[in-house]
């Protein structure tokens, strides 16, 4: 269970970076209208705490369910989306980011839930 907070953390911390520092290297100039730097700003903001909670809650799981269970339903709608953006929203030459966050996602998803019976007995290796 600490490892796959971690990994969490992990996950979420690039998505912070991703959107308060580079996504005017990953998206066209024109697109990026005050109304989406704003919007991305709002969620990378959103991704760093949530990063923030995930590592913390690493360190002691079985006393930070809260955390964990906030991971497992951010995991559950992060999967939702993304199945929704590579169903209908998106083009395929875009789809790759969104096929990729969908795998880790669903991976983590699995593994917490997974590791809720060992959390629930206090048994956390890891």
Known sequence: MKTLLRVAAL???V???LLLVGK???VVADD????VRALANTLGVTYVVLAALFAGAAIAPAANRAAVYAGILLMALNTVNELYQL???LPLPL???SLVNL???IALLVGLIEGLPRLAQGDTPN
Do not use: D, G, K, M
Request: with cysteine.
């Open 24 to 26: 005017e290297r990953w």
């Open 15 to 17: 998505w912070a970076v």
């Open 87 to 89: 169903l209908v929203l």
């Open 32 to 35: 990026l209208t005050p109304l």
């Open 103 to 105: 795998v880790v996602n």
């Open 11 to 13: 996950v979420c911390a």
């Open 95 to 97: 789809a790759t980011v």
